[in-house]
């Protein structure tokens, strides 16, 4: 059937207010994020009536790249508080890479190299940037020459990988044959 203007507009909202639900059932909430977001790992209430108001609740998981639980907005309680810490802390991980994954799909995350060394940009452009650098000779010991003219006569690619979230890194032009290197191990630290 053919949908009202009204009616595909409500449809069109509700599509651009996508979530993830990335915790289940903790505290009485589900937590997770929205697709139009702020650029800054964190969780919130995410069930129907818990969205906005009274009942939403927020909490940053890092700032600038360094893991953190703080900033804590909404009305929980110090016992429901205590519990999504515990959860978040068990599941750091997996929660980190689905918000890489984000960041990704957002165009939030660059990788440009220069030399052996590898930028990755978090949050380009933003008041919440940070960059992370990671040396090619240290991380591959061997698999990259150590004398600077080479580089240039071996081309080397870089790449973020989403579905594996991932940089890909090597002198293969296909993604699959490169060396990888996990994003949840070098973007987010204590």
């Given at each position: 059937?053919i949908?009202?203007?009204?009616?595909?507009?409500?449809?069109?909202?509700?599509?651009?207010?996508?979530?993830?639900?990335?915790?289940r059932?903790?505290?009485d909430?589900?937590?997770?994020?929205?697709?139009?977001e702020?650029?800054?790992m964190?969780?919130?209430?995410?069930?129907?009536?818990?969205?906005?108001?009274?009942?939403?609740?927020?909490v940053?998981?890092?700032?600038?790249?360094k893991?953190?639980?703080?900033?804590?907005?909404?009305?929980?309680?110090?016992?429901?508080?205590?519990?999504?810490?515990?959860?978040?802390?068990?599941?750091?991980?997996?929660?980190?890479?689905?918000?890489i994954?984000?960041?990704?799909?957002?165009?939030?995350?660059?990788?440009?190299?220069?030399?052996?060394?590898v930028?990755?940009?978090a949050?380009?452009g933003?008041?919440?940037?940070f960059?992370?650098?990671?040396?090619?000779?240290?991380?591959?010991?061997?698999?990259?020459?150590?004398?600077?003219?080479s580089?240039?006569?071996?081309?080397?690619?870089?790449?973020?990988?989403?579905?594996?979230?991932?940089?890909?890194?090597?002198?293969?032009?296909?993604?699959?044959?490169?060396n990888?290197?996990?994003?949840?191990?070098?973007?987010?630290?204590?």
């Open positions: 059937g949908m009202s203007n009204d009616t595909s507009r409500k449809v069109l909202a509700r599509f651009k207010e996508a979530m993830a639900v990335v915790l059932n903790v505290a909430h589900n937590w997770g994020w929205f697709s139009r702020d650029q800054r964190h969780l919130q209430t995410v069930e129907d009536d818990a969205r906005e108001g009274p009942k939403k609740v927020r940053w998981l890092e700032n600038k790249g893991r953190t639980f703080e900033g804590v907005t909404g009305n929980i309680s110090g016992a429901a508080l205590k519990k999504l810490k515990t959860r978040v802390d068990a599941e750091r991980d997996q929660i980190e890479d689905k918000w994954v984000f960041m990704i799909g957002n165009g939030w995350l660059t990788a440009k190299l220069k030399g052996r060394i930028t990755l940009t949050y380009p933003t008041h919440n940037t960059t992370r650098e990671i040396d090619l000779s240290r991380e591959f010991p061997g698999a990259y020459p150590d004398n600077e003219q580089w240039d006569r071996v081309p080397v690619y870089v790449d973020i990988d989403r579905e594996h979230c991932a940089l890909a890194v090597g002198t293969a032009k296909k993604m699959d044959d490169r990888h290197i996990h994003l949840v191990d070098v973007l987010f630290v204590d």
